[in-house]
């Protein structure tokens, strides 16, 4: 139990449908990022969110939309998604942007089937 | 181009000792992370080296050459529960948490 919870840990969907991705973090981070894992590729860095303000958007697809309301909780807004975006979607946190932290905590993740 | 390099999968037996080496190309370097990944699981953090030299954490210990761009995870007394997804990941800047993580190292341990 890392601190950061998903939700849901797994979804499947159709590429005409809307979804969303829940993120938490119990931890009191200010820091929170999406990252899309595929299968035996790097970690991609989507976003990044410093007390719910947006501090990068990694060249992303406007098909993906973030919303970060508070410091704990982070969503990841999915419409008209392509069957590659298949992946497990990490959360993660960190407690700030300072050297000193170093440290990502990550969720367990949404598998999510795009079909 | 920037890149992080790691062997894609490792194979040794319980109580063996296994090195997970990393090279990376970056365009900034402002420490080097290491993760393990279960089946299904969270990344979840193990080591860091800011500096050149080795760090020493229990059974596992990280090593950092910023002058050669490598770094390795070393993991000591290998246990069945240490199958696994390593990363190595490298923060870019040091204004936010850019991170580029390599493509993982699968180790696999047998009895």
């Known amino acids: 139990e890392t601190g950061v919870t998903q939700t849901p840990r797994h979804l499947v969907m159709g590429m005409t449908n809307k979804k969303s991705l829940k993120c938490e973090q119990h931890l009191g981070h200010n820091a929170m990022y999406w990252y899309k894992q595929s299968a035996k590729k790097p970690l991609e860095l989507m976003f990044v969110?410093?007390?719910?303000?947006?501090?990068e958007n990694n060249s992303v697809p406007s098909r993906f939309s973030p919303e970060c309301p508070n410091s704990s909780h982070l969503f990841l807004h999915l419409h008209t998604l392509q069957p590659e975006d298949s992946a497990l979607y990490l959360c993660?946190?960190?407690?700030?942007?300072?050297?000193?932290?170093?440290?990502?905590?990550f969720g367990p993740g949404t598998r999510l089937t795009v079909t | 181009g920037q890149s992080l390099e790691q062997p894609s999968e490792v194979t040794a037996v319980e109580g063996a000792i296994v090195q997970i080496n990393c090279t990376y190309q970056?365009?900034?370097?402002?420490?080097l992370s290491w993760y393990q990944q279960h089946d299904g699981g969270a990344p979840t953090f193990l080591s860091y080296?800011?500096?050149?030299g080795l760090e020493e954490t229990g059974r596992f210990s990280s090593f950092l050459s910023r002058s050669d761009s490598y770094g390795y995870l070393l993991l000591q007394e290998l246990q069945m529960k240490d199958s696994a997804s390593y990363f190595c990941a490298v923060r870019e800047d040091d204004s936010w948490g850019k991170f580029q993580f390599g493509a993982g190292t699968q180790v696999v341990v047998t009895p």
């Open positions: 993660a946190s960190s407690q700030d942007f300072g050297l000193a932290s170093y440290e990502q905590y």
């Open positions: 969110y410093s007390l719910e303000e947006r501090v």
């Open positions: 080296n800011g500096l050149d």
């Open positions: 970056t365009s900034g370097f402002y420490g």
